[in-house]
């Protein structure tokens, strides 16, 4: 084989390389994006009560999750974590005598990629207004991420890093997704929209991951055709 064989061989190997790269940046940056603990429903009206259901896909750096404690904000008339064979339930209260914060600790730990949720029956204060934010701290077999950044004034909330899940107050759509009397209608209706955000956050990473890869064959077939003249030259 003559040195500009080696040499052009080389480039192409390089380049497919360079491209495979790329193609899996392109395929995890949206992944990254969408790490978030979510809460569903999202909206409740003041004085309702409804099922909230805090969802996960990820762990702490692909670490197993194995606690959730999240942060009861002020605005909550009561709280009652929802009992589930996945998760110990330790319920810490203030001076009040209200719940303060609860840890839904994990029988087993949960693997990074597997939806893991926490749920509570939660009714609001009769004069809850804005928005709640439920500050989470989400303990790994390896580390712990603190979901705890609220948006301030005039800043969009999907710009942040770690932002804490927030319930929404006075909107209409509580009335239809989870404001009621019937617990187990509204726990039916959280899981629903938990597994419809999901499909959602995953669509994109797919359809962005699938685009680096097209683009990813389009350079090696460009790199064999330079191969090619090289041999004819």
């Keep these: 084989?003559?040195?500009?064989?080696?040499?052009?061989?080389?480039?192409?190997?390089?380049?497919?390389?360079?491209?495979?790269?790329?193609a899996g940046l392109v395929l995890a940056a949206p992944l990254a994006a969408h790490a978030h603990v979510g809460v569903s429903p999202d909206a409740v009206e003041p004085g309702g009560?409804?099922?909230?259901?805090?969802?996960?896909?990820?762990?702490?750096?692909?670490s197993p999750t194995t606690a959730l404690r999240i942060t009861m904000p002020d605005g909550l008339a009561s709280?009652?974590?929802?009992?589930?064979?996945?998760?110990?339930?330790d319920v810490e209260r203030g001076d009040d005598g209200l719940v303060s914060a609860v840890t839904y600790?994990?029988?087993a730990p949960i693997a990074s990629g597997l939806q893991g949720?926490?749920?509570?029956?939660?009714?609001?204060?009769?004069?809850?207004?804005?928005?709640?934010?439920?500050p989470v701290e989400q303990q790994c077999e390896t580390g712990s991420h603190a979901?705890?950044?609220?948006?301030?004034?005039?800043?969009?909330?999907?710009d942040l890093d770690s932002p804490a899940p927030v319930l929404t107050i006075g909107s209409e759509t509580a009335d239809a997704a989870g404001s009621a009397h019937g617990h187990q209608d509204t726990d039916a209706t959280a899981e629903a929209s938990a597994d419809d955000s999901d499909a959602a956050a995953t669509a994109l990473p797919v359809a962005l991951g699938s685009a680096g890869l097209?683009?990813?064959v389009i350079a090696l077939i460009?790199?064999?055709g330079a191969y090619r003249r090289s041999l004819r030259s």
Excluded: K, Y
């Design 147 to 158: 979901w705890t950044e609220i948006a301030e004034d005039g800043t969009d909330p999907h």
């Design 105 to 107: 600790t994990a029988t």
């Design 1 to 22: 084989m003559s040195s500009t064989t080696r040499n052009t061989s080389r480039v192409i190997r390089r380049g497919a390389l360079g491209t495979a790269i790329a």
């Design 79 to 89: 709280v009652s974590p929802t009992v589930d064979a996945l998760w110990d339930i």
């Design 222 to 224: 460009v790199s064999i």
């Design 49 to 62: 009560s409804s099922v909230l259901a805090f969802s996960f896909t990820h762990g702490c750096d692909n």
């Design 214 to 216: 097209t683009a990813g």
């Design 117 to 134: 949720t926490a749920r509570m029956a939660v009714q609001l204060a009769e004069n809850a207004v804005g928005t709640l934010a439920f």
